[in-house]
T-cell receptor, first 113, second 113 residues
Framework: GQQLNQSPQSMFIQEGEDVSMNCTSSSIFNTWLWYKQEPGEGPVLLIA?????ELTSNGRLTAQFGITRKDSFLNISASIPSDVGIYFC?????????????FGQGTELSVKP | EAQVTQNPRYLITVTGKKLTVTCSQNMNHEYMSWYRQDPGLGLRQIYY???????DKGDVPEGYKVSRKEKRNFPLILESPSPNQTSLYFCASSDSLFEEKPFFGSGTQLSVL
């Protein structure tokens, strides 16, 4: 099955730094989602994007739906230790696909105090 | 409290011994699905169900079975587990066919020896 290409695979940053990660696909998606997974837990939705070009923020997090509908970006500003976790992008093709999502491989974020 | 509950959280078994991982949601969601998470591969969908008695294959269905006899429950069955099914499994549910934001359970870590 298809997967999204997410990069980078891992990041080691200092507290206070900004973080950027992205996700690309060879095909179009109608919805892009960004999830965060903490150890021992399931993914939790951070941001949902529904329109090409859309820019949405959730606190220090900002995500964008690429104009081509084949990519998406997540930025975290002024990182803090509790930002540690694995961040996943996910795409949804719309129509009657329900909750069928295609996930990226994940970006593991480590924040040094 | 809205929940997707999986049991057990951890399971160690041997090759060929049938097992069932249960999943229950209390949100009256129509759509439920199972994912497996493997390092470097993100989450991949195993099976999904659009309603009671309606199930279909996801991206990696081989070696798995599911059933949906009641709206709230969606068990994952491994008739003859093999070591390559050692993985972290997540159940998820969504409100409808057109709900793109599945709500995830906390996961089941399965080891097949």
């Amino acid at each position: 099955g298809q997967q999204l290409n997410q990069s980078p695979q891992s990041m080691f940053i200092q507290e206070g730094e900004d973080v950027s990660m992205n996700c690309t696909s060879s095909s179009i998606f109608n919805t892009w989602l960004w999830y965060k997974q903490e150890p021992g837990e399931g993914p939790v939705l951070l941001i949902a994007l529904y329109k090409a070009g859309e820019l949405t923020s959730n606190g220090r997090l900002t995500a964008q739906f690429g104009i081509t509908r084949k990519d998406s970006f997540l930025n975290i500003s002024a990182s803090i230790p509790s930002d540690v976790g694995i961040y996943f992008c996910a795409g949804h093709r719309g129509g009657n696909q329900g909750g069928k999502l295609i996930f990226g491989q994940g970006t593991e974020l480590s924040v040094k105090p | 409290e809205a929940q997707v509950t999986q049991n057990p959280r951890y399971l160690i078994t041997v090759t060929g011994k049938k097992l069932t991982v249960t999943c229950s949601q209390n949100m009256n969601h129509e759509y439920m699905s199972w994912y497996r998470q493997d390092p470097g591969l993100g989450l991949r969908q195993i099976y999904y169900s659009m309603n009671v008695e309606v199930t279909d294959k996801g991206d990696v269905p081989e070696g798995y079975k599911v059933s949906r006899k009641e709206k709230r429950n969606f068990p994952l069955i491994l008739e003859s587990p093999s070591p390559n099914q050692t993985s972290l499994y997540f159940c998820a549910s969504s409100d409808s066919l057109f709900e793109e934001k599945p709500f995830f359970g906390s996961g089941t870590q399965l080891s097949v020896l």
